[in-house]
């Protein structure tokens, strides 16, 4: 117990120093390693827990101070799990079953770094009533995400971002550089609109206005946790466009601005490939004439 309680605190940033014939652990103020905190204290509990679960997880497989290393990842994806437990799915067409129905048996941490792999030996319930055997399952986590399509709805247009992604070039697809929305991972305790409002200013040098929530989707369920939380916002667009993007993150984000129509033509010509524009899009096309009227 003693070797386990040293882990965890050294893990997260603490040292032990000598306090009378035992040991006090202290947390410097340049440790680098704390969360800021929610005003509802059982959700800092809640999602402090979760991080304590995952750092548990590499017990025995990494030393402390590499697990240290891991804590800004471990962050994201534990305020995920906390997002996702408190999460109200509508269920009228589904069969009802829930996470009740599912009988966990192990997890394994056996990947991490800004993104995690996890493993998953479970049993769940079947729609004829019986329990499937058990079954290995591999999720790549990646946390929460938000993207939010920027709409000028007095002159029709909408900008889009351009950027290379290590996805498609792994795929040995020739063009890696993807059209998509502004977009961003939930890594602060903030709420999803407000990251969207600072990644907009990131990744395209725009100043949000008004914002509507498209959907809420996860957009590869069988085998990724990533759950997006999709925003379309009013923006002048004007004299948008140039390149972005945080040094200290190697962003290199082209911003370009098109018609409306010319981006939704662009889906049918398959140039926009990627699934949250996509989503953002074909919404938006649905619902230009009641957006341009609220917010012209």
Same mark, same amino acid.
């Given at each position: 117990?003693? =070797?386990?309680? %040293?882990? $965890?605190?050294?893990?997260? &940033?603490? /040292?032990?120093?000598?306090?009378?014939?035992?040991?006090?652990?202290?947390?410097? =103020? =340049? @440790?680098?390693?704390? !969360?800021?905190?929610? #005003?509802?204290?059982?959700?800092?509990? +809640?999602?402090?827990?979760? @991080?304590?679960?995952?750092?548990? &997880?590499?017990?025995?497989?990494?030393? @402390?101070?590499?697990? $240290?290393?891991?804590?800004?990842?471990?962050?994201?994806?534990?305020?995920?799990?906390? /997002?996702?437990?408190?999460?109200?799915? #509508?269920?009228?067409?589904?069969?009802?079953?829930?996470? =009740?129905?599912?009988?966990?048996?192990?997890?394994?941490?056996?990947?991490?770094?800004?993104?995690?792999?996890?493993?998953?030996?479970?049993?769940?319930? /079947?729609? %004829?009533?019986?329990?499937?055997?058990?079954?290995?399952?591999?999720?790549?986590?990646?946390?929460?995400?938000?993207?939010?399509? #920027?709409? %000028?709805?007095?002159?029709?247009?909408?900008?889009?971002?351009?950027?290379?992604?290590?996805? #498609?070039? +792994?795929?040995?697809?020739?063009?890696? !550089?993807?059209?998509?929305?502004? +977009?961003?991972?939930?890594?602060?305790?903030?709420?999803?609109?407000?990251?969207?409002?600072?990644? $907009?200013?990131?990744? $395209? &040098?725009?100043?949000?206005?008004?914002?509507?929530?498209?959907? %809420?989707?996860?957009?590869?369920?069988?085998?990724?946790?990533?759950?997006?939380?999709?925003?379309?916002?009013?923006?002048?667009?004007?004299?948008?466009?140039?390149?972005?993007?945080?040094?200290?993150?190697?962003?290199?984000?082209?911003?370009?601005?098109?018609?409306?129509?010319?981006?939704?033509?662009?889906?049918?010509? &398959?140039?926009?490939?990627?699934?949250?524009?996509?989503?953002?899009?074909?919404?938006?096309?649905?619902?230009?004439?009641?957006?341009?009227?609220?917010?012209?």
């Amino acid at each position: 117990a003693r =070797a386990r309680l %040293d882990f $965890a605190l050294a893990a997260m &940033g603490a /040292r032990a120093v000598p306090a009378g014939e035992g040991a006090a652990y202290v947390f410097g =103020a =340049a @440790a680098g390693h704390a !969360w800021p905190g929610e #005003p509802q204290p059982e959700e800092r509990r +809640a999602r402090f827990a979760e @991080a304590l679960t995952e750092i548990m &997880g590499h017990y025995g497989r990494r030393p @402390a101070a590499e697990v $240290a290393g891991l804590l800004h990842g471990i962050g994201i994806r534990a305020l995920a799990r906390v /997002r996702g437990a408190a999460g109200r799915t #509508p269920a009228a067409l589904g069969a009802g079953l829930t996470a =009740a129905d599912v009988v966990a048996e192990a997890r394994e941490f056996s990947y991490a770094r800004y993104f995690g792999m996890e493993e998953h030996r479970l049993r769940h319930r /079947r729609f %004829d009533g019986g329990m499937s055997e058990t079954i290995d399952r591999a999720v790549f986590t990646s946390g929460d995400a938000i993207t939010v399509l #920027p709409f %000028d709805p007095r002159a029709g247009t909408v900008l889009l971002i351009e950027q290379f992604r290590s996805g #498609p070039w +792994a795929r040995r697809d020739p063009h890696p !550089w993807c059209l998509e929305t502004v +977009a961003g991972r939930c890594d602060v305790t903030e709420p999803p609109e407000a990251t969207a409002r600072r990644e $907009a200013r990131e990744e $395209a &040098g725009l100043e949000l206005g008004r914002i509507e929530r498209i959907a %809420d989707f996860y957009p590869s369920p069988g085998i990724v946790g990533e759950h997006i939380t999709a925003f379309v916002a009013e923006a002048d667009l004007g004299g948008a466009g140039g390149v972005h993007g945080l040094a200290e993150e190697q962003e290199d984000i082209r911003a370009l601005v098109l018609p409306l129509a010319a981006a939704v033509a662009a889906v049918e010509t &398959g140039e926009i490939n990627t699934s949250p524009l996509m989503i953002s899009l074909l919404w938006l096309a649905r619902h230009e004439a009641r957006l341009r009227a609220a917010w012209s």
